[in-house]
């Protein structure tokens, strides 16, 4: 099983510009989610997915959008990419809610804005 | 105050040695708590949830206090590949979102 799949690993973006990082689960997740992770700061949660076709907001949502279209995708769109938004950006998904069973990362991309 | 707070390390400890961290959080309707390993440029990988009853993993125990809103994580017999950033978990008043400490560093040494 490949689990969750990010791409791409690494990015560099000139501010201004938009891009779109993927993110592919075969595990028949239905919850799905975006998290940031800033040097020496925990994960903050950009926006999440319960199901096809149903996104929120996190904690850190502007500048950023989503979307689901199917179950297995849930790509994060920057459309114009500031140096605030500079950090490694993991997606996760989990069969139900965080109770008992934790989610499962992608192995993140890392992303520079300059 | 941040929702949820660990003691950052670095932590250095020699082979054989029990480590403890410690985690805090603001949210007494917090549900679910976990313990997350993150190795250095890697992505976060559960290590084990935390109940209230405690719970072991072998080398491993965690243990809760809802009253204190205080989890910890014992490591007995330290071992090299222990060396990574533990990282506290705590879920919100919805499921759905997960709040994460910035993380605890070990360092084993030989």
């Known amino acids: 099983n490949a689990g969750v799949t990010q791409t791409p690993k690494f990015r560099i973006l000139k501010i201004g510009q938009s891009m779109t990082l993927q993110c592919a689960q075969d595990?028949?997740?239905?919850?799905m989610y975006w998290y940031r992770q800033d040097p020496g700061m925990g994960l903050k949660l950009i926006y999440y997915s319960v199901g096809a076709g149903i996104t929120d907001k996190g904690e850190v949502p502007n500048g950023y959008n989503v979307s689901r279209s199917t179950t297995e995708d849930f790509p994060l769109r920057l459309e114009l990419a500031a140096p605030s938004q500079t950090s490694v950006y993991f997606c996760a998904s989990s069969y139900s809610t965080g109770v008992s069973y934790g989610y499962t990362f992608g192995s993140g991309t890392r992303l520079t804005v300059v | 105050r941040k929702e949820v707070e660990q003691d950052p390390g670095p932590f250095n400890v020699p082979e054989g040695a029990t480590v403890a961290f410690n985690c805090t959080y603001s949210?007494?309707?917090?549900?679910?708590f976990f313990w997350y390993r993150q190795d250095c440029r890697k992505e976060p990988k559960l290590l084990m949830s935390?109940?209230?009853s405690g719970n072991e993993d072998g080398r491993f125990t965690a243990q809760l206090n809802r009253a204190s809103q205080y989890i910890s994580l014992l490591i007995r017999d330290s071992k090299l590949s222990d060396s990574a950033t533990y990282l506290c978990v705590v879920t919100a008043i919805s499921n759905n979102d997960m709040r994460f400490g910035a993380g605890t560093r070990l360092t084993v040494k030989p």
């Open positions: 949210n007494s309707a917090s549900q679910s």
């Open positions: 595990m028949n997740h239905n919850y």
């Open positions: 935390v109940y209230s």
